[in-house]
């Protein structure tokens, strides 16, 4: 049983074992000692005094192995009920079975709420009084001041060790809310990495792999048409420029694989609607202008993640009301507007990446000019902030 425990049901603590212990062997150190001294005196209630500390032994085991009184209010009543009726017994038959009054003291403030534990105390000390005076018959100081310290600071104690083990148990949390926290951080900053990195992947085969084999088709037919109706070698340049084929589509499937999520199940258009949507603070809205086309994924990649890191900056600094991302085709170009009434700052001021680990301008700004594109923003203190991104649209998109 756990007697110096709190009610909370965790398994006991070292602590709380050695203190567990040390009630058990109070009590029973104690009922011995009462027992032991009756017969060494050879009392004439020697005898009453051995099979009382005996039944209040029985009783006191009975309910520590009972396991209704842990879990019940009402049960721990009727044990201490009991406990105290055989002690009151002990009481009138040896003035020892005042010493016992001390660990009762820790049993009904640990089993009983604080208000009826504290009374339950009381009525502890007022019966150990009253059996000393009994015997005694002299009324001192001692008689009242014993029991009454005891129960003061058996109340101090238990006071005391409550109080330690909630903020013990705050601490757990908090070690226990650190250590989730900082898992997710890690598996965020894994996701964050994983996600970059197929982003560079889908770059590099783009500019790479993909541009090189183009060119050698481009090549493959300008040898074609410059070789003579029959010429031998016209099978063979037919069959790299099949193969070349076959290689671009197969360079273009592992771009597309490498996506982010956000466009895997849909267009630029549709990502841009849903990060709007999903927007916590202003209000955001998505608008389109123009008649889509489908952008080559590096485009949509730098377009989707710049509009990620400017709205980013809106929820955090901006304290803006409203906000609008416009993502406008033209002929040529793609360009993407992400506007707010914000409180706006001086561009020339933000020369660095925010330090949070986000996107900063200058990031914004080297994903617009690696693909060629302009990159803007104007914005004055208190007149909110325009930033605006111009991508020209390769042959093939532009068609």
Same mark, same amino acid.
């Given at each position: 049983?756990?007697?110096?425990?709190?009610?909370?049901?965790?398994?006991?603590?070292?602590?709380?074992?050695?203190?567990?212990?040390?009630?058990?062997?109070?009590?029973?150190?104690?009922?011995?000692?009462?027992?032991?001294? %009756?017969?060494?005196?050879?009392?004439?209630?020697?005898?009453?005094?051995?099979?009382?500390?005996?039944?209040?032994?029985?009783?006191?085991?009975?309910?520590?192995?009972?396991?209704?009184?842990?879990?019940?209010?009402?049960?721990? $009543?009727?044990?201490?009920? %009991?406990?105290?009726?055989?002690?009151?017994?002990?009481?009138?038959?040896?003035?020892?079975?005042?010493?016992?009054?001390?660990?009762?003291?820790?049993?009904?403030?640990?089993?009983?709420?604080?208000?009826?534990?504290?009374?339950?105390?009381?009525?502890? =000390?007022?019966?150990?009084?009253?059996?000393?005076?009994?015997?005694?018959?002299?009324?001192?100081? *001692?008689?009242?001041?014993?029991?009454?310290?005891?129960?003061?600071?058996?109340?101090?104690?238990?006071?005391?060790?409550?109080?330690?083990?909630?903020?013990?148990?705050?601490?757990?949390?908090?070690?226990?809310?650190?250590?989730?926290?900082? =898992?997710?951080?890690?598996?965020?900053?894994?996701?964050?990495?994983?996600?970059?990195?197929?982003?560079?992947?889908?770059?590099?085969?783009?500019?790479?792999?993909?541009? *090189?084999?183009? &060119?050698?088709?481009?090549?493959?037919? $300008?040898?074609?048409?410059?070789?003579?109706?029959?010429?031998?070698?016209?099978?063979?340049? %037919?069959?790299?420029?099949? =193969?070349?084929?076959?290689?671009?589509?197969?360079?273009?499937?592992?771009?597309?694989?490498?996506?982010?999520?956000?466009?895997?199940?849909?267009?630029?258009?549709?990502?841009?609607?849903?990060?709007?949507? *999903?927007?916590?603070?202003?209000?955001?809205?998505? &608008?389109?202008?123009?008649?889509?086309?489908?952008?080559?994924?590096?485009?949509?990649?730098?377009?989707?993640?710049?509009?990620?890191? $400017?709205? $980013?900056?809106?929820?955090?600094?901006?304290?803006?009301?409203?906000?609008?991302?416009?993502?406008?085709?033209?002929?040529? &170009?793609?360009?993407?507007?992400?506007?707010?009434?914000?409180?706006?700052?001086?561009?020339?001021?933000?020369?660095?990446?925010?330090?949070?680990?986000?996107?900063?301008?200058?990031?914004?700004?080297?994903?617009?000019?690696?693909? *060629?594109?302009?990159?803007?923003?104007?914005?004055?203190?208190?007149?909110?902030?325009?930033?605006?991104?111009?991508?020209?649209?390769?042959?093939?998109?532009?068609?």
């Amino acid at each position: 049983m756990a007697v110096l425990n709190p009610p909370a049901p965790r398994p006991l603590t070292p602590v709380s074992r050695v203190l567990r212990l040390c009630l058990h062997a109070l009590l029973f150190g104690l009922l011995a000692l009462a027992a032991g001294r %009756a017969v060494a005196d050879s009392e004439p209630r020697a005898g009453s005094v051995v099979a009382v500390c005996a039944l209040l032994t029985t009783v006191y085991v009975a309910g520590v192995r009972a396991p209704s009184v842990h879990g019940s209010p009402r049960a721990a $009543a009727v044990w201490l009920a %009991a406990l105290g009726a055989v002690w009151a017994a002990l009481l009138v038959v040896s003035p020892d079975g005042l010493w016992i009054a001390f660990p009762l003291y820790f049993l009904e403030l640990h089993l009983l709420r604080l208000r009826w534990g504290v009374t339950a105390v009381a009525v502890t =000390a007022c019966a150990a009084i009253a059996g000393f005076l009994g015997h005694s018959g002299a009324v001192t100081p *001692g008689a009242f001041l014993g029991p009454l310290l005891g129960g003061a600071v058996a109340v101090a104690t238990v006071l005391g060790y409550q109080a330690l083990y909630r903020e013990s148990e705050r601490r757990r949390e908090l070690i226990e809310e650190l250590i989730a926290t900082r =898992a997710e951080l890690a598996a965020a900053e894994r996701g964050a990495g994983i996600m970059a990195e197929r982003e560079r992947l889908a770059r590099e085969i783009h500019d790479t792999l993909a541009q *090189g084999l183009s &060119s050698i088709q481009l090549l493959l037919r $300008a040898a074609e048409r410059a070789l003579p109706e029959r010429a031998p070698a016209l099978e063979h340049i %037919a069959r790299a420029r099949e =193969a070349a084929q076959e290689n671009l589509a197969e360079a273009r499937r592992f771009v597309r694989a490498l996506t982010p999520p956000d466009l895997e199940h849909g267009s630029l258009a549709a990502a841009l609607e849903r990060l709007c949507a *999903g927007a916590p603070g202003p209000r955001v809205r998505f &608008s389109l202008s123009g008649g889509p086309r489908e952008l080559p994924t590096p485009y949509e990649v730098a377009l989707l993640r710049i509009a990620q890191s $400017a709205l $980013a900056n809106v929820v955090r600094h901006a304290r803006a009301d409203r906000a609008e991302i416009t993502l406008t085709f033209m002929d040529a &170009s793609v360009t993407l507007d992400i506007v707010d009434d914000g409180r706006g700052f001086d561009p020339s001021s933000a020369a660095a990446a925010s330090g949070d680990g986000g996107f900063g301008l200058p990031a914004m700004r080297s994903r617009a000019e690696t693909l *060629g594109g302009l990159f803007t923003v104007e914005s004055d203190p208190g007149q909110g902030t325009a930033v605006a991104v111009t991508l020209p649209l390769p042959l093939e998109a532009s068609r």
